[in-house]
Structure formats: structure tokens, C-alpha cells
């Protein structure tokens, strides 16, 4: 589904829907009670969040990579037709059977998709991983975190502050911080969350394209986007100096029919544009049209390393 305008810019549909937000929360909660969480054989470093989509927790996770020497992944790949325990061959799997973050996550270290986290994480220990990256299942309590870090886009934050439908939010803030060793916050914190993050270490990133990047500046784009937060994207490309000419945003996910692409890339044409997508997005294209589309590829740009470090101390030896 694509992200309610509502749920970041408030309005009274997210006053009345508030009730079954509540009821939402309360049988994920219970939901959450009844499982027992077990060991991994190795570390488990889970990067979070506690919106529905579009804080930026892949990009977090690519980064984490650099930092943690024999890090694998593992996700339970969204999306994805494979059960697992499967490692991922960007070059045999597709975003259909593996979803699509893992297809990214395997371009910066062996990524292992399973929809039981403790078999994957079993898998990945005997192959040799020596700590584990989860880029998703802060709200799975089925593995120990051996740290928990939660991603936070600080130009939106907690949105209107509701539980899914009423809201982002796929759990109440407080729930969620309890359970965290740290937040990470992208960009500035433009709706005041500072104060309410309970001492936590914030970590202070932004979101920056490559430099390759820089050959859109003063090009005319047609650009789309299926990923939790469109408007990100678009606002992105305009921060770069790329001509936004055309924006289509798609559901969360959205796997690509080569009609739509078709469609994309005449109306490109027409105006005269180069059709661009995210590096997420670019895997659901249908391969033959790849070489039609261009990516604006992003990174994760540390304030304080040291800070990080710090917090990555609490894995022993397993970092740096």
C-alpha cells in the first residue's frame, strides 16, 4: 500500500482511527509475549525502526558493514517466495524470490534470507559469519539482540504519533525505546524528538548520494519511486539539481509490470528526460529494461565514527 499523506501530516483521519491503532498495538504486544526469544550462535546487531516503511534502515545497515569485520545479513526477505535458510546469489535470485533489500544487502556481505530467524542465523554461523545484521525484525522478538539500533528519518520522526492504520507507527514510542541500546538519526530533527529519546546515545548520520551522482545535476528527470516515503526521493533528486520534470510514486514494494516501465520511459521521452529510480526500486524493474533506467545511489555519512565505535564496543571483539 502507499504511505496515507495523513499519517505525516496529521488531520482527523488519524484522530478516528486511532482506536483500532490502539487495538493494533495491544494484539502485536501479545503477539510479542508469547514468544520466547533464543540465542543465535553469534552476535546480533538488529537496525530497526518503529515506522512502517522510509526511515532508511538499509542504508544504515550497507554502512554497518564497513565497521563489522565478518558480518553477514540476515532478513527474512519481504516479498520473497524462499522460505530459507537460503544465501543470496544477486546473480541466480530475483526480488520475487528473495524480496528486494536482500538483494542489495548481498552487494556488501554474504546475505542469508529465512523466514525462521534462528535457523538463518544458524546457517550463517556455520558458513562462518562471525556477527549478524538484521535490517529488519526490531517488532520479532524470535532471536537475542545483542544490540538494537533504531533508524529515525528526523525530517518526519514519529509522523502523527499513531499506530498503524491510524499512524506509522508499528508500535507505541515508548514500547519501542525500551528495547533500544541506540538511535541513529538521519538528517536533522525537524519535529523536536530529542527530548523524548530517554538518554539513549543518538547517532548522528545523513544520507548523501554517491559521487556518481553528481552527473544529474542540471538534468531534466522523470523520476519514480515504490519505497515508503516517495517524496524523499523526489525531494533528493531537486536537492542535487535535477530537473523534476515528472514524480510517480508506487506502493511500498511495488513489483514492476514491464507495462509500467514501458509508460514511464514515453513519457521521459516525450519530455525529453532520463527516467531515474532508488537503488530499492531498481531491482523490481524487469531485467531486460534495466539499461533504460538510471539509479541515484545513496550513502550513509557518519558525524562522529567514534561515537559509533562506542556503541559497537558492547559486541566485544567483533567490530573494528
Known sequence: MKTPAFWYKGGALGTLLSPVGKLYAELARRDYAKLVPQKAPVPVIC???LVAGGAGKTPVALALAEFLPGA??????????????????PHRHGY???GDEPLLLAEAAPCWVSKDRLAGARAAAAHGARCLIMDDG?????LIKDLSLLVIDGAVGFGNGHCIPAGPLREPVER???????IILLGEDETGLLPRLHGLPVLR????????AETLRGETVVAFAGI???AKFFDSLEALGARLVGAYSFADHHPYHPNEIAELLVEADKL?????????DYVRVPLQQRDKVGVLRITVTWQDEAALGKVLDKLGGNHL
Open 47 to 49: 537496525v530497526g525502526n
Open 228 to 230: 515508503g516515503r516517495p
Open 138 to 142: 526490531f517488532q520479532n522478538p524470535s
Open 96 to 98: 520475487a524470490q528473495v
Open 176 to 182: 519501542g525505546l525500551a528495547r533500544a541500546d541506540a
Open 205 to 212: 548520520a545523513v544520507l548523501e548520494p554517491e559521487v556518481e
Open 72 to 89: 553477514n545479513y540476515l532478513s527474512r526477505g519481504y516479498g520473497g517466495s524462499l522460505a530459507g535458510p537460503m544465501l543470496v546469489d
Open 272 to 280: 525529453g528526460a532520463a527516467l531515474v529510480t532508488t537503488t530499492k
